[in-house]
């Protein structure tokens, strides 16, 4: 099983980014799939997860600012964030069960 993230990057406050989770070595449909991300020093946070009937939750302190989203056909989860706050700031981490990616950082920033 390999998860690996990509599209982090420096962005201004208020700014936009998407994230995006390659997936290999399971048959990606079967699996509920989720976003977490940690700040040096901190746990890590849960952010945000997709069911494989495509519903989805949040945290509260994405709500509404960020959407989770799949894609079957590619194996790829996305994380669309926007209204990026600088308390966004993080590691950026995708999640299939137990099993983690490497993670991409996000930093929000002026």
């Known amino acids: 099983v390999q998860l690996v993230e990509s599209g982090g990057g420096l962005v201004q406050p208020g700014g936009s980014l998407r994230l995006s989770c390659t997936t290999s070595?399971?048959?990606?449909?079967?699996?509920?799939m989720g976003w977490a991300r940690q700040v040096p020093g901190k746990g890590p946070e849960w952010v945000s997860g997709?069911?494989?009937?495509?519903?989805?939750y949040y945290s509260d302190s994405v709500k509404g600012r960020f959407t989770i989203s799949r894609d079957n056909a590619k194996n790829i989860a996305y994380l669309q964030m926007s209204s990026l706050k600088s308390e966004d700031t993080a590691v950026y981490y995708c999640?299939?069960?137990?099993?983690w990616g490497q993670g991409t950082q996000v930093t929000v920033s002026s």
């Open positions: 999640k299939q069960r137990s099993i």
């Open positions: 070595g399971f048959t990606f449909s079967s699996y509920a």
């Open positions: 997709i069911r494989i009937n495509g519903s989805t």
